[in-house]
């Protein structure tokens, strides 16, 4: 049996995306990530555009900076649920992390290789420690 994977439209990334943008600034600030490591985690290389998203967030973003919203927001409400205090979650990004995914270095350094899989790996990390689906 072939699975089916329904594409969302225009319409609806456009509803979802100002939400999602919202959040992931303010991750970013929690995080006290800079302007370059943003960019760099929505997978946008235009200064442009990603200060015309941080003025005016509801626009209907790319798939593909969904999935990578999808993939923070995912990390962020895992680390809330691992980490309760806001501080050690928050500052669990940045700090080396000896566990495989990561060889000793930071996870905020891996998910900032600008690959989509890099945050999955991050994300799919977590909810392993967490005890949730893989």
Do not use: C, H
Not at 27 to 55: C, H
Not at 86 to 111: H, I
Not at 117 to 123: E, F, G, N, P, T
Request: aromatic letters at 10%.
């Amino acid at each position: 049996m072939k699975a089916s994977v329904r594409r969302t439209t225009e319409t609806e990334r456009k509803a979802l995306s100002g939400p999602a943008l919202r959040a992931f600034f303010r991750i970013a600030e929690d995080w006290a990530l800079s302007p370059d490591e943003q960019m760099t985690l929505l997978g946008v290389s235009a200064k442009s555009t990603f200060y015309n998203w941080r003025k005016d967030p509801d626009v209907a973003l790319p798939r593909d900076t969904m999935e990578r919203l999808s993939y923070v927001l995912g990390i962020y409400k895992a680390l809330q649920i691992l980490l309760p205090k806001a501080e050690a979650a928050d500052a669990w990004v940045k700090r080396p992390n000896t566990a495989a995914p990561f060889g000793g270095k930071p996870a905020l350094e891996r998910m900032l290789s600008g690959n989509v899989a890099d945050l999955y790996v991050v994300r799919q990390y977590l909810d392993g420690q967490r005890g949730g689906w893989a």
